[in-house]
């Protein structure tokens, strides 16, 4: 249902960050885009929703498609209303206002009885957004300002969920409450766009996982393929020196490793 081909994106007319990416989402899936920091994630993401042009960035080449709708040529507000939320890096609460506006926000311009009906739902599965409906955002703690954020995109009910880095800076007993909520998400149809640092955790809940650097797509499969492979494992998974090395350069080493030996 998204898909996207051979995408190019440039910052500022000059710094090319997108190499031809190609990646689909299909319907009812959870697709996970997995990559280091720099990689071109959120850039990806600003393609989709259409807010390249708030960062000066521009599509050079390809094409992104969304149920039969040219995204490159729609406004972001026509994405919003074909289905597509976004939940940003960094979560973007609106810390002074209550969390009940902050979903209202989130509902555009839904009907007042899909609002209300859709505020008692959100708020029996997160009691503590229901008991603080009131109270300024800004007070929630960490965690529950994520599941906010996720939630506030859920007020428009979208088909189409992109996600950027829910689990940032989540203590790991929070992070596997976002994962449940990714989980049950996707039990209501709606497909997920993951962008994640945390390959554990996006790999233990995505249907299919693309691998991100320098622009490009270097590596795609099924979430099990993904576990299995070894140079995942090392470079990803936590026990290599991941930070140092891009997941090439671990793939170039073993191979001269193999040669050597
Ligand atoms: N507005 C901008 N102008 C110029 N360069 C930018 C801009 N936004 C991002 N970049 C550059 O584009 C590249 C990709 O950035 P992007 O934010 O898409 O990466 P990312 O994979 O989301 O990284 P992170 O994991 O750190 O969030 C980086 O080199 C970044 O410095
Ligand atoms: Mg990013």
Excluded at 184 to 193: A, C, H, K, Q, T
Aim: glycine content about 10%; aromatic content about 4%.
């Amino acid at each position: 249902m998204l898909d996207i081909a051979h995408l190019e994106v440039v910052y500022h007319g000059v710094v090319l960050v997108l190499r031809g990416v190609s990646l689909h989402v299909p319907q009812g899936q959870v697709v996970a885009l997995l990559g280091p920091n720099g990689a071109g994630k959120t850039t990806t993401l600003r393609a989709v929703t259409g807010l390249l042009d708030l960062h000066e960035g521009r599509i050079t080449k390809g094409t992104l498609s969304y149920g039969g709708l040219d995204l490159a040529s729609v406004r972001p507000d026509e994405i919003v209303a074909s289905g597509v939320a976004q939940v940003m890096e960094g979560r973007r609460i609106l810390a002074d206002l209550t969390v009940e506006e902050n979903l209202k926000a989130g509902a555009h311009h839904a009907p007042r009885g899909q609002i209300r009906d859709d505020l008692e739902k959100h708020y029996a599965r997160f009691p503590v957004l229901g008991e603080r409906r009131h109270r300024a955002a800004g007070y929630l703690s960490g965690g529950e300002q994520q599941m906010l954020a996720i939630t506030r995109a859920l007020m428009s009910r979208p088909k189409l969920l992109l996600l950027d880095e829910p689990s940032l800076g989540l203590a790991p007993r929070i992070v596997a409450e976002v994962a449940d909520l990714i989980r049950e998400i996707r039990s209501e149809g709606v497909s997920i766009l993951l962008v994640e640092q945390n390959a554990a955790m996006a790999l233990s809940l995505c249907d299919h996982g693309y691998i991100m650097e320098n622009g490009q797509i270097v590596l795609d499969g099924s979430a099990d393929t993904l576990k299995a492979n070894e140079d995942i494992q090392e470079f990803y998974l936590g026990t290599g020196g991941g930070d140092e090395h891009s997941f090439r350069e671990v793939k170039h080493y073993r191979r001269r490793k193999r040669w050597l030996s």
